[in-house]
């Protein structure tokens, strides 16, 4: 680990999956050189570890044991996977349990150095006892609940920029004073059918970059300001981007990383304990992906680095 000049690292749960047997990969548009480039990329950025297994009693901290035993089963119908997008097999459970399992790890970092890295991670569809959009475990829920329970924080902001609104996370976290739920997302995007988070942002189609910080120094900053958060969940979806399959909006690349930067320096400026998480991110050309994730590291590293803990 001495060839780095920062202390943080990396969990990822896409070296063990299995490709060919996990159809999660190919739906959600990362085909094998995306995911190659992005684990060679970050590699050289920071030590990556795969990811350690989640322990099944924490999902059960936010999930319905029912449902998860039945999702660990197999015992899923077509509904299930529709709503999933993908066919169930039991690689799609092994590699979400890694997911959340990198997220609690990125936790653990945060608390200890600062940031938490997980290279994936971030769906935020899965409800306490159904799946939908990608979701099967709600990692990043999973990890505030641990961190709640565990005494380890009191206020904690989950910041969701993925494109999509994080329905499952507003309504696993509606009534909990003790996390604050903001999501900016495309107002005519999935979920068609809206949840209320603490603050929600719904933006037209098109939105650009000068649109997009705008609303976000004009809408959420003060939010979150009011709200001074102990610790911070960044969902730092990648699917805001123009040319993305499944998005709506039409940042660019600069775009994004002047969000990121924004997000991470406000975060490690004011000594907030941040889990940095990727979130969705589907665009029809894989290196703009490698590219815009790569940047979204450096930014994190560059923000975090020079002060530590
Ligand atoms: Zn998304």
Known sequence: MGAFSHPFRAFTAFRRAAYRQDPAPRRQFLPREFLGRLLEGAAARLPLLDAPDLPWALAEAVHDPAYLRRWQRGEVDRADERALGFPWTPAVVARARGSSGATLAATRDALRLGLGINLGGGTHHAWADHAEGFSFLNDVVI???????TGQAQRILVLDLDVHQGNGTARLLAGEPRALTVS?????????LKETSSLDVALPDGTDDAAYLQALETRVAPVVAAYSPDFVFYLAGADVLAGDQLG?????????RERDRRVLRWAARSGRPTTLVMAGGYHRDPQTLVDVRLATLDTALAAFAPRGF
Do not use: C, T
Request: no cysteine; aromatic share 12%; glycine share 4%.
């Open 143 to 149: 990890s505030v609940r641990w961190l709640l329970d």
């Open 184 to 192: 900016v997302h495309a107002e005519h995007n999935y979920p068609f």
């Open 248 to 256: 709506r909006l039409a940042l660019s690349p600069a775009g994004v």
